[in-house]
């Protein structure tokens, strides 16, 4: 079953752009025409997300939002607004919308903010309702991860989470805010490797009226949008070095300074930094600054990856199918040979890898068992001859090749989606399936 996706606009054209851009893309899509139309539909049918106009007839997009969190708490709200009311979206982020996107609005942007939204604001792992806030920790190596994040949570210090694609770096990062005295403050979430760099200055520090040809409002940033609470930077590593000294003085100062302004605005917003690259290394080579990188790291935490902590894969699934039961609609259990294959596997994709296989596995299975042969091509034994080894190059070659497949069949081709399912720049992307000789 495909997600489903309300879309609230009093104007048809819109939503009639909406409805093909994103049926076109897999999802499956409602229309309302006012709030109250979308209250009766909410009201009988499942929806994954709502994308809703902030400017409706009657009840505006602020008040849908509010009926949303109290009748539907969990179910994700985008806001579609113009520069003129930018500010409402700004607060309707802090009302506890997902995000917003501005109009006019480029179908990729609209339909990475969906995906996003669905599957947990992007979060690398599953989200799982509890005690760990997030974070399943059946495994010792886990168990320090937390501990970790409980000693640094409540003080104003910068973290820098690392580890390899697809571990979990921001579910981690959201139990650090969840655990904090900002917990009831935004938790903004930014990815610098999914933002061009012309256009990362402003989404982190905002843009003045007038600064380019076409910005005819103020537009704050995300820097502000995060006041008071905590502002996630995602693939930290990949921030171009002219944008390094503004956020270091950020961090060092309080202060920031709007594209095309010189007016200094302070802010109160903790900043917790994630990145799968080895930023020691990058400072050696030049690429990054050495004082910013000692500004971010001064509390690092490290998440192991999932072949470390095997002791980890059986809650991990579980808790994956459950989420997916809610999210499609379909229950499926797992056989025990199949949780041994689990286990036996090196899921160099780590936790989003997981998520993936047994998604598709779930679309596969009958009468709500998974086998092997419901796997695919997902994990595999190891391979005959010398001792089970194959050459590492290979290896990596093998599993990174598959995992750009299957995000390319899971977004419907759709190469910005899929890079932002990965971890990695679209032009990392684009490298990668040029070099590994992929037919996409």
Known sequence: MSSTVLVVDD?????????????????????????EEADDLLARERVDTVVTDLQLPGRSGLDLLAAVRRDHP????????AFGTVESAVEALKAGAFDYVLKPFGVDELEALVARAIEGGGASAVAVPGPADGVVAESAEMRRVLTLVDQVADAPTTVLVTGETGVGKEVVARRVHARSRRRDRPFVAVNCAAIPGEL???????????????????????????????LFLDEIGDMPAALQPKLLRVLQEGVLERLGSTTPR??????????HQDL????????????????????PIVVPPLRERPADIDALADAILRELETRLGIGARLDPAVRERLR???WPGNVRELRNVLERAVLLSEDGRIRHVDLGAGPSAAPEGGGGVEPLSATVARAESAAILRALERT?????????LLGVSVRTLFYKIEKLGLDV
């Open 266 to 275: 302070a802010v109160d917003v903790r900043v917790v930094a994630a990145t």
């Open 344 to 346: 036996a596997h090196a």
């Open 74 to 81: 969990g179910l994700p709200v985008i806001l579609i607004t």
């Open 280 to 299: 020691a290394a990058e400072v050696r080579s030049g690429t990054f600054r050495e004082d910013l990188y000692y500004r971010i790291a001064v509390f």
């Open 200 to 230: 990362l200055e402003a989404e982190l520090f905002g843009v003045q009226r007038g600064a380019y040809t076409g910005a005819v409002k103020d537009r704050p940033g995300k820097f502000e949008v995060a006041d008071g609470g905590t």
């Open 412 to 420: 419907g081709g759709s190469k910005a989606r899929a890079a932002d």
């Open 11 to 35: 104007e048809p054209r819109i939503r009639r752009i909406v409805e093909m851009a994103l049926g076109d893309r897999g999802y499956r899509i409602l229309t309302a025409a006012s709030a």
